[in-house]
């Protein structure tokens, strides 16, 4: 008795905070139309195909709540709205979210996101263009539809032509891929370019998406068991071998050593990304002068090429989600279909961004034309290497808790590949961070 | 002969001391120079190496840092700036209300009060952070100033420091003076008592300014959106690197632009500063 | 007769009524602010309560379960050993220094000229914005960095310091910072102590023939004590909260190894993912540390201040 009511104490007195979502309704006709980004990605886009084309009533402003990933912050300040929806004025109400893959499904498999098809009116032959793992990765246990997105994320090794011709004797990327396409020719690969002075890989967490996206495990089971796919272990202990061997630069992922092994001075032979990697990345990195142009000459620029790798896999992408309360249902609708299922529009943002556009239809054609190539791999065409890997990507091992996952396991084993922990040490170290993370998980 | 000695012990004692000096002065103000010099190269050229010779991109590196829509410098200054400004006045203001007083009136419970501020000093602020946040959501004031701002009405240590200095230079016969001029308290208090102990007052609302401006652990606790971010947040968002394009010329820039501005406050005010940090708590 | 005296009396209890005017302000803020927190940390430290994605788990009453997790599962000891060590291992040279320098700023037979000069030079990191500073070093001691470019350029190795991934670097670096940032300050307050001693004293010594270490030893130090043990807990206190620095430094993970991870660092990953059950365990121990080492060196102050009467 004394049990139950320090409990009901508990539940009045221990502060009112929400329990499960309650789903606001889906309204019309607001003025403003609001959406939760982190970067300018989206926003670049929707000003050149979206705006540009007058499709935004003239009544209707657009406000762009800017909140950068660090630290989790924009989802902080997304969970805080959405929560706040009901009571939220209706000019601040969320209308359109953008997630990400590594987290997606905490907002899919919520009330907070709108069904596609029924709430925001998406037909099935909208959608039939886009790849199916897009989604896939978006679809709720019931099988409703959450989110879309404008780009498939295919990805594959970006390579230096110029190292390939000097180490494989050729920088051609059928030939260059026939070296490489298994894990141990990749090894062989790795060894001759260490003979030659250069690094496989720019440094530890290189290659680990294509491991976790080809494992058959999720990171956690049904009932919030952590579960380690056998492909982890592949990475790591590959890892440890290549740091060892002196086959990486020992950079962590997105530090300034990582970046600059692609820079005019640097000597990485290549780095594991799709589309958007070498677009908002690799093209960065390796100008020497940032401020000339894109071309052959400066820097590394040009002198790069695509191919599959050993495994294909994919990397990110960006979804766009109806929030449930939006009041601007129609707009919101219109965003959606010309940003995600118009072929012209998607034509448009491949050829002008580079981005690996989410409809078969325009990719196929893309992959045919002879006019289409990527000015930094030298003037490849290489979505017609992609289709195929896009068509077969499989994201069923998708949770709620990647992002996590893959941040603590890059950081617990940095210390292992650097030889200061043991691996059981590191192991430790992991399992640590990732209860303190999500304390409802188990080991 | 002793006298020779002598002179040339001293003379080595004292070009050992100059030479300390000279050593730790070069290492407090190295890491300075080297974040200026790179805050005037390009990434490109700060990645070939370091260099002494002052680069041409200072203008280049200032522009993309303020066009940078993630990092919203100049909103971050200004909001330091608000909230650092607001608190330390409130901050000093209160802690001469209430070392006053405690000072001139003796009522009942005045040393326990005294003694209860004093050990409120020694209880790291840390520790009751949890049940302030919750507090703070539960009345709607997340993601806003104002969970960083009235707090610091009450701040125990500028308390300590006011009322030391106040036992050492405010007599009671100014302030009985007052009421026998038909003043009353809080009027004697404001127009009389402030001023005598305005060096201090100032002094110490530097310092509470600039421990306003460095905080990072709140802030980064309460505030989230970009408008309301201040610059220790900006610093932390800087480390944690986001997979757009690294640039360490912004860098190094951005964290200039943390740091100088105090800087060069404080040179101009050097003097009254190191002096106020001895003010009140030591005789001399 | 009466009537004066009770007039009089009147008057006084009056005005010392306006000592609860003045400090109410305090007090009620304080009240709101830190103490019904405080209190509603403790009280949160009983109840599993934290945030799964957009959901809410408990808040459920669950005892002292969140106590014995802190114990048994985290690895709260190593982290209170890293911050005693890192506040240590600063304190020690900065006290060292700072004494030697108080002592030679203030010594009448040396004159060292340019004072002003370096007491500005040496106080000036003391401003400076801790996480900035570490962002800073960060840039600075990285693999690809100024430092390593100037060791590798002088010859002084051939490849990189990796100076973040090594545990004995990573905690040096935060030393120097905090060394760096505080040794000012404790100079010109030990400066202060020394000026504040009668010179007679010293006069007396010097006549009686005592050397420099004689005199510092048994004139300097014990008339020092209560500026000492003021620097003494004031540093503890701080060091004991130690955040700023080693959270840029390593980004959060206090690594290698989690061997720079202080106590509020572990605090702040609890409350960064609002886990308010095992957030308020760790408060409370922590609170309790710290008290009981604040309060033990508080006693030691007030004693060493009523004993050398330097006080007011």
């Known amino acids: 008795m004394r049990k139950i009511l320090v409990a009901l104490l508990a539940l009045t007195v221990a502060t009112g905070t929400v329990g499960l979502f309650a789903a606001p309704k889906a309204t019309d006709g607001g003025k403003v139309l609001t959406i939760y980004v982190w970067n300018d990605e989206f926003q670049t886009r929707f000003k050149d195909y979206f705006e540009k084309a007058g499709l935004v009533p003239k009544d209707v402003t657009v406000n762009w709540v800017v909140t950068p990933n660090q630290d989790n912050a924009y989802q902080n300040k997304l969970d805080e709205a959405l929560l706040n929806q009901d009571k939220a004025s209706p000019n601040d109400k969320i209308d359109i979210f953008l997630v990400e893959a590594d987290y997606a499904l905490k907002y899919v498999n919520t009330d ?39 780009q498939g994320c295919p990805a594959g090794f970006i390579y230096r032509r110029s190292i390939a011709k000097e180490v494989l004797g050729t920088d051609d990327p059928a030939k260059v891929q026939a070296q490489i396409d298994t894990w141990d020719k990749f090894d062989a690969v790795a060894a001759k370019l260490k003979a030659k002075g250069y690094f496989a890989v720019s440094g530890y967490d290189d ?18 068991k952590i579960q380690i796919d056998p492909n982890i272990n592949k990475w790591i202990d590959q890892t440890k071998t290549y740091t060892d061997k002196g086959y990486n630069n020992k950079a962590s992922l997105w530090s300034a050593e990582s970046s600059a092994g ?51 896999f994919s990397w990110g992408g960006t979804w766009l989600v109806a929030a449930a309360g939006t009041d601007n249902i129609s707009l919101v609708k219109s965003v959606f279909k010309k940003m995600t299922v118009d072929q012209d529009t998607l034509t448009a943002i491949a050829k002008d961004k580079g981005d690996f556009t989410n409809n078969i239809a325009v990719i196929n054609k893309l992959a045919k034309d002879p006019k289409f190539g990527n000015k930094f791999l030298g003037g490849q065409n290489y979505y017609g290497l992609l289709v195929n890997s896009a068509k077969a990507i499989s994201r069923k091992n998708i949770t709620s808790y990647d992002q996590g996952f893959t941040e603590e396991l890059q950081k617990a084993f940095k210390d292992y590949f650097d030889g200061k922990v043991t691996k059981d040490q590191a192991w430790d170290n992991f399992y640590t961070a990732i209860l303190e993370k999500y304390p409802n998980l188990k080991k | 002969m002793s006298q020779a000695t002598n002179k040339t012990k001293l003379f080595s004692k004292t070009a050992l001391t100059y030479l300390l000096l000279v050593i730790l002065s070069i290492l407090c103000i190295f890491p300075f120079v080297i974040l200026i010099v790179n805050a005037t190269r390009f990434h490109s050229e700060i990645q070939k190496g370091f260099s002494l010779a002052i680069g041409s991109a200072f203008g280049d590196n200032w522009t993309k840092l303020l066009n940078d829509k993630n990092i919203p410098v100049v909103r971050a200054l200004l ?45 790291p602020a840390q520790v009751s952070t949890l049940g302030f946040i919750r507090l703070i959501q539960q009345m709607g004031l997340m993601d806003s100033f104002i969970p960083l701002i009235i707090p610091a009405i009450a701040a125990p240590v500028v308390f300590f420091f006011l009322l030391q200095y106040m036992r050492s230079i405010l007599p009671y016969e100014i302030v009985e003076a007052a009421r026998i001029d038909g003043s009353n308290e809080f009027y004697t208090f404001n127009r009389i008592v402030v001023p005598i102990l305005s060096p201090a007052i100032a002094v110490q609302a530097i310092f509470a300014f600039v421990a306003n401006w460095n905080n990072f652990f709140l802030p980064l606790l309460i505030l989230n959106s970009k408008e309301k971010r201040t610059i220790p947040i900006i610093i932390a968002q800087l480390r944690s690197a986001d997979y757009l394009k690294f640039d360490m010329g912004q860098v190094y820039m951005m964290i200039c632009l943390a740091i100088v501005p105090l800087l060069i406050i404080y040179l101009f005010l050097s003097r009254f500063i190191i002096r106020g940090v001895t003010m009140g708590s030591v005789k001399g | 007769m009466s009537r004066p005296i009770a007039a009089k009396k009147r008057k006084t209890v009056e005005y010392s009524r306006w000592g609860y ?50 114990f048994t599962e985290s690895k709260i000891y190593i982290y209170a050993w890293n911050t005693v060590l890192l506040w240590v291992l600063n304190f020690i040279p900065q006290i060292a220094v700072s004494l030697l320098l108080a002592v030679l700023f203030t010594s009448s037979s040396m004159n060292i000229k340019g004072q002003q000069f370096f007491k500005t030079v040496i106080y000036m990191p003391n401003l400076i914005m801790a996480s900035a500073f570490s962002m800073l070093f960060f840039a600075l001691f990285s693999d690809g960095g100024p430092v390593n470019s100037i060791v590798m350029s002088a010859g002084l190795a051939t490849d990189p310091i990796r100076f973040l991934s090594s545990v004995g670097w990573t905690r040096t670096l935060i030393c ?54 003021f620097v003494f807990i004031t540093s503890l206190i701080g060091g004991l909260q130690m955040f700023d620095v080693p959270q840029i430094l390593t980004n959060g993970s206090g690594n290698p190894d989690r061997t720079s991870m202080t106590l509020i660092m572990f605090l702040n990953k609890h409350l960064a993912s609002r886990n308010y059950g095992m957030g308020g365990a760790v408060s409370v121990l922590i609170f309790f540390v710290t008290g009981a080492l604040s309060l033990v060196a508080y006693r030691a102050t007030m004693r060493g201040y009523r004993d050398s009467g330097a006080a007011n």
């Open chain 1, 207 to 224: 290659d680990f998406r294509v491991f976790t996206d080809n494992a058959k495990l999720s990171w956690v089971d049904k009932n919030g």
């Open chain 1, 262 to 312: 692609a820079g005019p001075t640097g000597k990485v032979f290549g780095y594991f990304g799709p589309g958007w990697f070498i677009d908002f990345c690799l093209a960065g990195w390796s100008k020497a002068d940032p401020k000339g142009p894109d071309a052959v000459g400066n820097g590394t620029y040009g002198d790069w090429a695509f191919t599959k790798g050993p495994e294909g």
């Open chain 2, 79 to 123: 909001n330091s700036v608000f909230v650092s400004t607001c608190a330390s006045v409130l901050t000093v203001y209160f802690s001469s209300m209430t070392a006053y007083g405690i000072y001139m009136y003796k009522f009942k419970i005045r040393d326990a009060a005294s003694n209860f501020i004093m050990l409120v000093m020694m209880v």
């Open chain 3, 21 to 70: 005017f003045f400090i109410a302000p305090f007090f009620i803020i304080y009240t709101i602010f830190s103490l019904v927190p405080l209190i509603s940390t403790f009280y949160n430290s009983f109840f599993e309560n934290y945030r799964v994605g957009l959901s809410q788990v408990g808040p459920t009453f669950v005892g002292i379960q969140n106590f014995i997790s802190v």
């Open chain 3, 176 to 229: 120097i910072m905090n060394f760096m940032m505080w040794f000012g300050n404790t100079t010109i307050l030990l400066m202060a102590g020394i000026m504040g001693i009668d010179t007679s004293l010293f006069e007396a010594a010097r006549i009686d023939g005592a050397g420099t270490g004689k005199v510092f030893f048994r004139i300097t130090m014990p008339l020092l004590k209560p500026i000492f043990v």
């Open chain 1, 112 to 150: 907070a996101s709108l069904d596609v098809i029924k709430d925001v009116g998406l037909t099935q032959a909208d959608l039939s263009q886009q790849f199916q793992y897009t989604k896939d990765i978006m679809t709720d246990k019931n099988g409703v539809l959450k989110g879309v997105s404008w």
